[in-house]
């Protein structure tokens, strides 16, 4: 069974910063691309960052660049993502999930975590 359990979310205030975890079991982890997602109250889900397999590249939305790095570790089979200089609008669940493109090309996320609440004070 395919799971991704995401840990390390929290209440912070602006400025200040959260590291967030996903262990994963079940999967081939070094075989597959990891990112992170997030919802926030009321809005859709928004892709904030993603790593290749290996964990040469990477690639983050506009919104988080040179605040939140994610980075991996494919022999605990973990991803983190990395958050600094948190705003309110930081304020989301976030997910970890596979990256992966379908046989259209087109970015899917098959496998997802449960989340982690990340609550940013003004």
């Known amino acids: 069974q395919v799971q991704l359990e995401e840990s390390g979310g929290g209440l912070v205030q602006t400025g200040g910063s959260l590291r967030l975890s996903c262990a994963a079991s079940?999967?081939?982890?070094?075989?597959?691309?990891m990112g992170w997602v997030r919802r926030a109250p009321g809005k859709d889900r928004e892709f904030v960052a993603a790593?290749?397999?290996?964990?040469?590249?990477?690639t983050y939305t506009d919104s988080v660049k040179g605040r939140f790095t994610i980075s991996r570790d494919n022999a605990k089979k973990e991803v983190y993502l990395q958050m600094t200089s948190l705003k309110p609008e930081d304020t989301a669940v976030y997910y970890c999930a596979t990256v992966e493109r379908d046989m259209a090309g087109r970015w899917n996320h098959n496998y997802w975590g449960r989340g982690t609440q990340v609550t940013v004070s003004s």
């Open positions: 079940g999967i081939a982890f070094s075989a597959y691309g």
């Open positions: 790593v290749t397999a290996s964990g040469g590249s990477t």
